[in-house]
């Protein structure tokens, strides 16, 4: 089907099979704008961000001469291409400007420093982000674009990311796709099908004091640079010791076909070992007291570095989880000890709240406030 669902226990754009295209963008709220400008933006984003899920224009008036259409146009005969629409909160929404302290969810807060990144303000931070998922680039440009309008006066837009081939399956009909450095990526992510194990691990609970964030979930993004000239000249038995898998086939090094599981116990004499430095070694559950989180990132580029000639080009990561915490415990492995870290760096980030879904009548304004 073309469209997705908009309203539900949570909201679309998480468990939904990754769809090809990404916009995500993050805004902060402007300093003259009150708690009632804020509660009735989001009351608007969810009108227009439903209506453009169902493939229709921004609501209101497109055809008086006298003032400038509400819908921006572009994405005027073309299919909804599944589009979703996902909204979250980072922690500066929660400060007391907003009167929202008392609604902060437990686990939002800024991320500590990280080993191996080296942060670019222009690509972090925000006091709200949107994710727009959708088969087509312009139909996802679009909703942003058009949530950025009627933000006007209200939330000035931060940092903005495109991104134009999904870097992991999410359920299991999804053949798995390869990242920039060509490896299939996402073989062992959460199915996000199951739902056991996303209450286990992706979706806020009865854990979490704050009833109204429960069965919401938390975004972390990462924007990670390849060096993508470095990498094109390793050999290739090198860049299957980096992630322990085989590049052809995505199998682990210990296995033969991509589903197989990796035996992490393989010592040296076996044939082949996953080194102990290798990505998938360090980011297994089995590795981490079964820690795992739901990752939906893409690939992006932002063209040449006009100073060295380089490309310019790397994972947007985006990952959901019940909380941040679980990004920053394997984060602070995989930064440390990563083989892959000779040829990644770390240059933007973002946490969020990602509110649940909307029931029929439910909108983001009145949900949050
Ligand atoms: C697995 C690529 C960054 C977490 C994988 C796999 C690849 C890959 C190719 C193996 C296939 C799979 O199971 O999906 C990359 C690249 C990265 C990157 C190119 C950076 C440019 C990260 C980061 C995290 C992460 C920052 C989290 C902090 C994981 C996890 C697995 C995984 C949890 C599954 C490991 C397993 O259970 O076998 N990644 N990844 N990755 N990655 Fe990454």
Same mark, same amino acid.
Request: proline share 7%; glycine share 12%.
């Given at each position: ?11 679309? =754009? ?7 295209? &990404?916009?995500?963008? %993050? ?17 608007? +984003? ?45 922690? /500066? ?25 080296? $942060? ?38 931060? +940092?903005?990311?495109?991104?134009? /081939? ?20 996402? !073989?062992?992510?959460?199915?996000? !099908?199951?739902?056991? $194990?996303? /209450? ?11 009833? +109204?964030?429960?069965?919401?979930? #938390? ?8 060096? $993508?000239?470095? +990498?094109?000249?390793?050999? &290739? ?16 090094? %210990? =296995? ?34 079964? $820690? ?7 690939? #992006? ?41 000779? #040829? ?23 949900? &949050?406030?």
């Amino acid at each position: 089907a073309a469209t997705v669902a908009f309203r539900g226990g949570h909201q679309a =754009g998480i468990a939904t099979p990754a769809q090809d295209r &990404l916009c995500f963008a %993050t805004f902060d709220v402007s300093p003259t704008a009150s708690r009632a400008d804020l509660a009735e933006l989001l009351t608007s +984003w969810t009108e227009a961000a439903e209506a453009m899920t169902l493939g229709r224009p921004v609501p209101g008036d497109v055809g008086d001469l006298n003032t400038p259409p509400d819908d921006t146009g572009e994405a005027v005969g073309l299919t909804p291409g599944r589009l979703t629409v996902t909204v979250g909160y980072g922690p /500066g929404l929660f400060d007391d400007r907003f009167g929202l302290a008392a609604r902060r969810p437990s686990a939002l807060k800024p991320l500590p420093q990280l080993p191996g990144e080296n $942060l670019d303000p222009a690509n972090t931070g925000g006091d709200l982000c949107v994710q727009a998922c959708a088969d087509d680039p312009q139909v996802a440009f679009h909703a942003v674009r058009n949530l950025r309008r009627l933000g006007f006066g209200t939330v000035v837009p931060r +940092w903005m990311e495109l991104g134009f /081939g999904r870097t992991s399956s999410t359920s299991p009909q999804q053949a798995t796709p390869r990242n920039l450095m060509g490896f299939k990526d996402g !073989t062992r992510n959460i199915d996000a !099908t199951d739902a056991s $194990l996303m /209450g286990a691990h992706v979706w806020i609970g009865e854990e979490e004091p704050q009833r +109204w964030a429960r069965g919401g979930s #938390y975004l972390v993004s990462r924007k990670i640079r390849m060096r $993508l000239e470095q +990498w094109d000249r390793d050999r &290739l038995g090198d860049q299957q010791d980096v992630f322990g898998r085989f590049k052809s086939t995505g199998a682990p090094l %210990t =296995g033969k076909a991509e589903t197989d599981t990796p035996d992490f116990a393989a010592k040296d004499g076996s044939s082949y070992v996953i080194p102990a430095d290798s990505h998938i070694r360090l980011a297994a559950h089995e590795n981490n007291n079964g $820690l795992r989180i739901l990752r939906r990132g893409y690939s #992006y580029t932002d063209g040449i570095d006009p100073q060295t000639g380089d490309l310019l080009g790397g994972l947007f990561f985006v990952a959901f989880m019940k909380s941040p915490d679980r990004f920053v415990t394997l984060q602070r492995v995989l930064g440390a000890h990563d083989a892959l870290n000779e #040829y990644i760096q770390h240059i933007g980030s973002g946490v969020f709240a990602v509110p649940p879904g909307l029931a029929a009548g439910q909108d983001w304004g009145r949900q &949050l406030f």
